[in-house]
Antibody
């Protein structure tokens, strides 16, 4: 069974940093692209970033480019999101999601971790 | 920056049929677009329904189908069940990044 478990969320002040982790199990992590998606309270989904299988290729949404960094450790089956220069508008539940193998897209999702940016 | 537009809300009767659409600000959605559909119920993580515009996952109920309709991507629910009440999102790749639509809140009344 595919399991994606996010951690590292919490309360942080504007301008601060936070690192999210996503522990993956139940599949061969190193063979899948991975994504981060966020959802502000009461709002829709927003794609944040993705990373290829070996970590050598990454993409970001315009609003987080230059502030967020996605990475992965295939030996630890773990995905990361380093978030710097955080703003109030980054407040959201952050989901880790697995990329499809048969076509571009996303299939499985974690349950999310809440990040609150507030003074 | 691509904007992906969905109907904000739709209502359907149990047993009825409803079509949700997904439009791109860059132009017509055509075959070859990387287009996914997701369902999200309150308090839950999203669940994947459709990939590659019209392909179902192994867990996707048969009553859900994806297609192209008049330059837009479409998600059709036939024989709607009460448990289909949820928010539905499309996800489209615009050549540089993935972009979600704003979501359609589907009420089953």
């Amino acid at each position: 069974e595919v399991q994606l478990v996010e951690s590292g969320g919490g309360l942080v002040q504007p301008g601060g940093s936070l690192r999210l982790s996503c522990a993956a199990s139940g599949f061969t992590f190193s063979t899948y692209w991975m994504h981060w998606v966020r959802q502000a309270p009461g709002k829709g989904l927003m794609w944040v970033s993705d990373i290829n299988t070996d970590g050598g290729f990454t993409r970001y949404a315009y609003s987080v480019k230059g502030r967020f960094t996605i990475s992965r450790d295939n030996a630890k089956n773990t995905l990361y999101l380093q978030m710097d220069s955080l703003r109030a508008e980054d407040t959201a539940v952050y989901y880790c999601a697995r990329g499809l193998q048969v076509a571009p897209g996303i299939d499985d999702w974690g349950q999310g971790t809440l990040v609150t940016v507030s003074s | 920056q691509t904007v992906v537009t969905q109907e904000p809300s739709l209502t359907v009767s149990p047993g009825g049929t409803v079509t949700l659409t997904c439009a791109s600000s860059t132009g017509a959605v055509t075959h070859g677009f990387d287009l996914n559909w997701f369902q999200q119920k309150p308090g839950q993580a999203p669940r994947a329904l459709i990939f590659n515009t019209s392909n179902k996952h192994s867990w996707t109920p048969a009553r859900f189908s994806g297609s192209l309709l008049g330059g837009k991507a479409a998600l059709t629910l036939s024989g709607v069940q009460p448990e289909d009440e949820a928010e539905y999102y499309c996800l489209l790749y615009d050549g540089g990044a993935w972009v979600f639509g704003g979501g359609t809140k589907l009420a089953v009344l």
